[in-house]
């Protein structure tokens, strides 16, 4: 049963969690196009109480209990954890809009595979094509949604050509760090059979000091973004209410309930609660890329991430009503497709040719097949 309700958990909170997270982040974006700084602080405070919660001990009057992994290796995790984040939300800041964002970042599973390829792994020819296959169809499903959101993928009008070069660039050194850190991670869970919850709760709390130079731009971009109008839902939720009304008092439990919610969404501004739900919703991504890496290679984290960033193209496009055209059917073909392929090559084929190798060895031990 937990074996079925592990990979059920990690895919909900990685679909789930990420694919909203992306809506909340363009709301933010939107208002204040510089706020990736608190944007970032924001999730790694929260990630750090809500993770506290699974590294302390109640018998020891709730303190931090040891960790498996040496403290300063962890300093080094959070150090480029920090690096990350900072850099991928700093791009923001350069007018990169968030489908160009989201298509640089689908570069991760090419970097990761080059990371581990340096590191001296092997992969095998259908792994390599899956995910060169993988990364053309998220760029074709991304350009594809953006002609369909009439977003630019170019520099456009609304940045200059060096804003967007610096945008890039920042974006790619992120690439980089993030596969050096994928590997990097993947190590330590072999070495030290740490939990991912470790992992999660030490990543974000060393790298919180880091934070401290930043306090006067933090409290800028806050304010800013408290300054904004609140969500405006009455006239979405109506057609909700009406129904409400039809079936049942205005005072039934159903009605009650729409009513309610729409208060306390329209109540706090929209740059906060927009920047509360996104760090909500990190949370969940990040939990369960945590427990997807401490139970998969890198690689298949990064496969596992593409996919999820295709479902959040096709997610928008089916809820904001635009057409899935000719490019989003091929790119969901081909993400789909090489995901598949991945998987059956990772998790059976090659798994199956190691075991035949085995049992070959194991029958025709090297002194008999020198003998031969």
Same mark, same amino acid.
Request: charged share 15%; hydrophobic share 45%.
């Given at each position: 049963?937990?074996?079925?309700?592990?990979?059920l958990?990690?895919t909900?909170?990685?679909?789930?969690?990420?694919?909203?997270?992306?809506?909340?982040?363009?709301?933010?974006?939107?208002?204040?196009?510089?706020?990736?700084?608190?944007?970032?602080?924001?999730?790694?405070?929260?990630?750090?109480a809500?993770?506290?919660?699974?590294?302390?001990?109640?018998?020891?009057?709730?303190?931090?209990?040891?960790p498996?992994?040496?403290?300063?290796?962890?300093v080094?995790?959070?150090?480029?954890?920090?690096?990350i984040?900072?850099?991928?939300?700093?791009?923001?800041?350069?007018?990169?809009?968030?489908?160009?964002?989201?298509?640089?970042?689908?570069?991760?599973?090419?970097?990761?595979?080059?990371?581990?390829?340096?590191?001296?792994?092997?992969?095998?020819?259908?792994?390599?094509?899956?995910?060169?296959?993988?990364?053309?169809?998220?760029?074709?499903?991304?350009?594809?949604?953006?002609?369909?959101?009439?977003?630019?993928?170019?520099?456009?009008?609304?940045?200059?050509?060096s804003?967007?070069? $610096?945008? @890039?660039?920042?974006?790619?050194?992120?690439?980089? *760090? /993030? =596969?050096?850190?994928? +590997?990097? %991670?993947?190590?330590?869970?072999?070495?030290?059979?740490?939990?991912w919850?470790?992992?999660?709760?030490?990543?974000?709390?060393?790298?919180?000091?880091?934070?401290?130079?930043?306090?006067?731009?933090?409290?800028?971009?806050?304010?800013?973004?408290?300054?904004?109008?609140?969500?405006?839902?009455?006239?979405?939720?109506?057609?909700?209410?009406?129904y409400?009304?039809?079936?049942?008092?205005?005072?039934?439990?159903?009605?009650k309930?729409?009513?309610?919610?729409?208060?306390?969404?329209?109540?706090?501004?929209?740059?906060?609660?927009?920047?509360?739900?996104?760090?909500? $919703?990190? @949370?969940?991504?990040?939990?369960?890329?945590?427990l *997807? /890496? =401490?139970?998969?290679? +890198?690689? %298949?984290?990064?496969?596992?991430?593409?996919?999820?960033?295709?479902?959040?193209?096709?997610?928008?496009?089916?809820?904001?009503?635009?057409?899935?055209n000719?490019?989003?059917?091929?790119?969901?073909?081909?993400?789909?497709?090489?995901?598949?392929?991945?998987?059956?090559?990772?998790?059976?084929?090659?798994?199956?040719?190691?075991?035949?190798?085995?049992?070959?060895?194991?029958?025709?031990?090297?002194?008999?097949?020198?003998?031969?």
């Amino acid at each position: 049963m937990i074996d079925v309700l592990v990979p059920l958990i990690t895919t909900s909170l990685i679909f789930g969690g990420c694919c909203t997270n992306v809506f909340a982040l363009e709301g933010i974006i939107k208002s204040e196009p510089s706020s990736g700084l608190i944007i970032t602080f924001f999730q790694f405070v929260f990630t750090t109480a809500c993770a506290y919660l699974t590294q302390c001990d109640p018998s020891q009057a709730y303190t931090v209990r040891k960790p498996r992994i040496p403290i300063q290796k962890w300093v080094f995790v959070a150090a480029l954890f920090y690096s990350i984040n900072m850099l991928n939300n700093w791009a923001f800041a350069y007018k990169i809009s968030v489908p160009v964002h989201i298509i640089l970042r689908s570069f991760g599973s090419v970097t990761t595979m080059i990371a581990g390829a340096l590191r001296g792994k092997r992969y095998s020819t259908l792994q390599v094509a899956s995910v060169v296959l993988l990364t053309v169809g998220v760029l074709v499903s991304a350009w594809a949604d953006s002609e369909g959101k009439g977003k630019s993928m170019s520099v456009g009008s609304e940045a200059s050509a060096s804003d967007f070069t $610096t945008g @890039l660039a920042i974006l790619l050194l992120a690439q980089l *760090l /993030a =596969a050096y850190q994928g +590997a990097y %991670t993947e190590d330590l869970y072999a070495q030290y059979k740490a939990e991912w919850t470790e992992n999660l709760f030490y990543s974000h709390l060393l790298s919180l000091p880091l934070f401290l130079p930043f306090a006067e731009t933090l409290r800028h971009h806050y304010t800013r973004l408290a300054t904004t109008a609140p969500l405006q839902l009455r006239s979405v939720a109506e057609p909700w209410l009406a129904y409400a009304r039809r079936e049942g008092a205005p005072t039934g439990s159903l009605y009650k309930t729409l009513e309610t919610l729409c208060t306390l969404l329209e109540r706090p501004p929209r740059g906060i609660l927009f920047l509360v739900t996104n760090a909500i $919703t990190q @949370l969940s991504c990040i939990s369960g890329v945590s427990l *997807l /890496a =401490a139970q998969s290679s +890198a690689v %298949t984290v990064t496969i596992v991430l593409n996919i999820r960033k295709l479902v959040s193209f096709i997610l928008s496009t089916l809820l904001f009503g635009h057409v899935m055209n000719a490019k989003m059917v091929l790119g969901a073909t081909l993400v789909f497709g090489s995901g598949a392929l991945y998987g059956w090559e990772t998790s059976w084929r090659l798994p199956r040719a190691r075991r035949r190798l085995a049992s070959l060895e194991a029958k025709n031990p090297a002194g008999e097949r020198k003998h031969q």
